[in-house]
């Protein structure tokens, strides 16, 4: 429950500004000038804050849509991703947010026409190449979207521009704005996964792994593309057992002919985010793991990544062709 | 500890008393108060912006506060139109002289509703909907170089309005509305508490940081190595007597070898 609400002045009377507000009839509403006078200030915890989370509606000026990270891509030679949010309702300890953001209060950039434009923009640049366009890389894509409607806003962008691809991540069963519509061929709800013991330890907040299942199953039923994203991958001496049930699960339950991909990538992060967070959660064990400093990146070492990497792909692609399977290990950040 | 500043002894005064506060007469440049177990601190700033913040400043030095401290600014303030008495937390501060503005974080819950407010430079009772103050903008910049910012806070009871201005505000008014909110203080406090303490455990270090660094020599980044070692055995050996493993080491490089061997053991669960 949204209990303030801070707007910046400058959206104060956008139409979707107005709506969120009337959302929340009893929420305080502060003014400010700009959400960095809020967000992400000297001294602020994000732990605490992760309590209590505000929302920040704010207008997004400049940088809306960029290049992804080398290597983070599910086939396209152009890749990019943008964040009409900032952070996640979601308390994932492997999240790279808790790191990157000193305030863990979500940040909505109500100003949707921007972002369409930019997003238009490029997909002309690209003319008729494959470009794909990422969601869910500062937020999960779906957790808000019954509030923020913005699958209802940017997919009529996706059904103009066919040679374009957008990737939902999320790891949300809130598909009803999606399930209302009829699926757009150039759109993958990707869904992360980790096995449920695991989940029940790291992903606080989030939704079951049998509800993002069901959700999985719904929405290939109404005929949207998934994907499934095995990332981060995180060790335990089980894991054999564990990811050997996770995988079960799941491909006995999707419809492989509507899996549009599946990716792996172990656990790493930035090694400042890293000594951040386990700062901030000193008694989490997620980082008393064997892990190794490696590139200025906190990784597993090379003997329990590749075991896991090669043990992941082997069963994944029992089940799914291999031009469907990427591996996005290299990228730096674990997130969705 | 809690740190609880006020701009008038009159404004002080029914605090000192509930929290049986006493006088540290060793500390001259402004009045500090203690309570019997030192969890309780109180200063009295003076008047104004510059005085606030110094006070802080000095109240930091003279008590070693960290980074769990909860801190308090509460005192009167003036309003357009909120009732005498009444009290409000305040969300938004702004110095009206810089236009520079801060937003404390409420992530508590409270009964106590909250406001806007201007900190001045001097008296008045040109009144808008925002509170006006003369500390709070000097008390918030300061405080949040030593703080954690979801523990610092500002109360303010209403004092002045347009139906009842400032000269109608005495000392012995300021007292009867500040302890007319006891109560109000004490809530906050104890929604406050909870916050605090999971800084402090965040913040604790290991039960055997202190004896390592006696026994063994360490730079200060093998130190910062330490701690964390330290932890990661704390959590991956809960039951194996630390000490015993590397009594027998001669250096701090041996001995966070020895730990480091424990953060590539892949016997691990990372689970229950």
Known sequence: MIKTIYIENDIASHPR?????????????????????????????????????????????????????????????HNYYFSHMLNCLYDCRYCFLQGMFQSAHYVLFVNYEDFIWDLQSLIDKHKREPVHFFSGYDCDSLALDPMTHFTNEFLPLFIKNPHALLELRTKST????????????????????????????????????????????????????????????????????????????????????????????????????????????????????????????????????????????????QHIPADRFFSCHETVVASL | MINIFCALPAEAEAIVQHYQLNELKQFGLYRLYQSRDKKINLTITGIGKLNAAAAVSYHHACLASCAADIWLNIGVAGHADIAIGEARLVHKIVDKQNAACWYPQILFDTSCKSAPLISLNNP??????????????????????????????????????????????????????????????????????????????????SEHYQAFIKQWHFTQSERIQLLRLLRCWSLRRPDQCIMQSIAALKTGKQVLTALQKITTDTNFVIHD
Not at chain 1, 241 to 250: D, G, M, R
Not at chain 1, 302 to 307: A, L, N, Q, T
Not at chain 2, 158 to 184: E, G
């Open chain 1, 17 to 77: 500004t107005k709506a969120i507000l009337a959302r929340f009839p009893h929420a305080v509403n502060i003014a400010c000038d700009r959400y960095g006078e809020v967000f992400n200030r000297k001294a602020q915890n994000f732990r605490l804050q992760k309590k209590q989370p505000a929302l920040i509606l704010a207008r997004k000026h400049k940088n809306l849509i960029l290049p992804t990270p080398k290597q983070y891509g599910i086939g396209a030679a």
């Open chain 1, 174 to 317: 809130q598909v009803r704005n999606l399930l209302k519509q009829a699926p757009v061929p150039n759109c993958v709800i990707a869904f992360s996964f980790t096995p449920p013991k695991i989940a029940a330890t790291l992903e606080h907040k989030t939704p079951a792994v049998d509800k993002r299942l069901q959700a999985i199953v719904d929405l290939q039923q109404a005929g949207w593309h998934i994907g499934l994203r095995f990332d981060p991958l995180i060790y335990t001496s089980n894991y054999v057992q564990e990811y050997t049930e996770l995988f079960n699960a799941v491909f006995r339950k999707i419809n492989p002919d509507l899996t549009h991909s599946v990716s792996l990538g172990s656990f790493r992060l930035p090694k400042d985010y890293f000594r951040k967070l386990e700062k901030l959660y000193p008694t989490d064990k997620l980082f008393s793991s064997p892990l190794i400093e490696e590139k200025n990146s906190i990784v597993y070492p090379p003997s329990i990544r590749e075991g896991l990497l090669e043990f992941c792909e082997d069963i994944i692609t």
């Open chain 2, 124 to 205: 008045s009772t040109d009144y808008t909907t925002d509170l006006y103050d003369m500390e709070a903008a000097g008390f918030y910049q300061m405080a949040i170089r030593i703080g954690t910012a979801e523990l610092i806070h500002c109360l303010k009871i209403i004092s002045d309005n347009r139906c009842t201005p400032t000269t109608t505000v005495n000392a012995d008014r300021v007292k009867k509305l500040i302890a007319a909110h006891i109560t109000t203080i004490d809530a906050i406090i104890d929604a406050l508490l909870p916050l605090a303490d999971e800084v402090a455990s965040i913040n604790s270090e």
